[in-house]
């Protein structure tokens, strides 16, 4: 991953899993939201592959590209709600974009991915009459609009209050489990990492490359790389060797 001659990160090489909600973590300015644009399509690697399936993401044709992105839901770290639509809108532009649904099947299908984030009757509100969790809330049930194989969460729990977080994690967990879609989460915040976490990348930041990966968990009980250990305990590894 790299900005001109500037290499931000090499030698990556993990697998995300069907099924699984993988963390890409790191510290700040590792590049955990440069490695998700390259996932999804909107910054091509310096070198390397991206594969889904057997499909060389960034080496397929134009279209086979496109056509691999509709499988993809993107949840951004602001929401990036339309203020000027209601909540329905927003959540129906990807299945008037991209479906030959009829308005009365499209309102169906945006009240049900609704109702799955908890904001049943929120139809009609705009963005700027919620609060931001129920922003992050309804930003998911837009990326959910398409029933995406792969959904992606760039810093999910930024802004939030504990609270609007910690239900946040817990929605992240019942899709997983519900509706078996594989999710990819950039995130430095350690409480989602441990209650979301099965599998995971850590950035190096002074390395610049990974440096460890696998369950978040297993990783805070085995991993004794000092930077991986340092980021999952917050520090208290440093403090202790001192």
């Not at 963005?127 to 810093?155: C, N, Q, T, W």
């Not at 915040?189 to 990348?201: K, W």
């Amino acid at each position: 991953m790299a900005y001109g001659d500037f290499v931000l990160m090499r030698d990556l090489n993990f697998t995300v899993n069907r099924g699984e909600v993988f963390i890409v973590m790191g510290g700040s300015g590792c590049g955990k939201s440069t490695l998700m644009k390259i996932l999804v399509g909107l910054k091509e690697p310096a070198t390397g592959q991206v594969f889904y399936g057997d499909t060389s993401f960034w080496e397929t044709s134009p279209e086979e590209r496109e056509r691999l992105m509709r499988h993809f839901g993107i949840l951004y770290q602001s929401g990036a709600l339309w203020s000027s639509m209601t909540l329905e809108e927003n959540v129906s532009v990807p299945l008037s974009e991209y479906t030959d649904l009829g308005p009365s099947q499209i309102r169906e299908i945006v009240s049900l991915k609704l109702a799955l984030v908890g904001l049943a009757g929120f139809e009609t509100f705009y963005p700027s009459e919620i609060s931001g969790g129920m922003k992050k809330r309804a930003g998911l049930a837009r990326a959910m609009a398409l029933d995406p194989e792969v959904l992606f969460f760039d810093e999910p729990s930024a802004g939030l209050d504990p609270i609007s977080a910690r239900l946040l994690d817990d929605l992240i967990i019942e899709l997983a489990e519900s509706l078996k879609t594989t999710i990819v989460v950039v995130t430095h915040e350690l409480a989602s990492i441990f209650a979301i976490g099965t599998n995971s990348v850590f950035l190096d930041v002074e390395a610049r490359t990974m440096t460890a990966s696998g369950d978040p968990k297993k990783l805070l009980e085995e991993c004794q790389i000092p930077n991986v250990r340092n980021f999952l305990t917050r520090g208290e590894a440093k403090s202790q060797a001192k």
